[in-house]
């Protein structure tokens, strides 16, 4: 069983830049794939980026290449997300995963394992 905790939100205005991070204890880290999704009220859990178990494969959402970096250090058990030029859009509830089946769709929600508790950012205008 994987433990996930996410940190590093926060209420940020348009154009700043935030890192998330997820620690992850209970299992072998680098076994896993690593995502992140993020949800607003409502809506579906809409997937952000993924991340291979070396970090050497990463593969992201349209909306957010070019602004959005996944990355990921295995000696610390860590996976982060590093945002910049944040839009009020942006703002939802970030969720952490981690996943075994390496080849299942990224974007699919059922394709992780387990999920962190979701940590809140904030893009204000």
């Known amino acids: 069983q994987v433990q996930l905790v996410e940190s590093g939100g926060g209420l940020v205005q348009a154009g700043d830049s935030l890192r998330l991070s997820c620690a992850a204890s209970?299992?072998?880290?680098?076994?896993?794939?690593m995502g992140w999704f993020r949800q607003t009220p409502g809506k579906e859990r809409e997937f952000v980026a993924i991340?291979?178990?070396?970090?050497?494969?990463?593969t992201y959402a349209d909306s957010m290449k070019g602004r959005f970096t996944i990355s990921r250090d295995n000696a610390k058990n860590t996976v982060y997300l590093q945002m910049n030029s944040l839009k009020p859009e942006d703002t939802a509830v970030y969720y952490c995963?981690?996943?075994?089946?390496?080849?299942?769709?990224?974007?699919?929600?059922?394709?992780?394992?387990?999920w962190g508790q979701g940590t809140q950012v904030t893009v204000s205008s």
């Open positions: 995963a981690a996943g075994r089946s390496w080849g299942a769709p990224p974007f699919l929600v059922s394709s992780y394992d387990f």
């Open positions: 991340i291979g178990r070396g970090g050497g494969t990463t």
């Open positions: 209970g299992g072998t880290f680098s076994n896993y794939y």
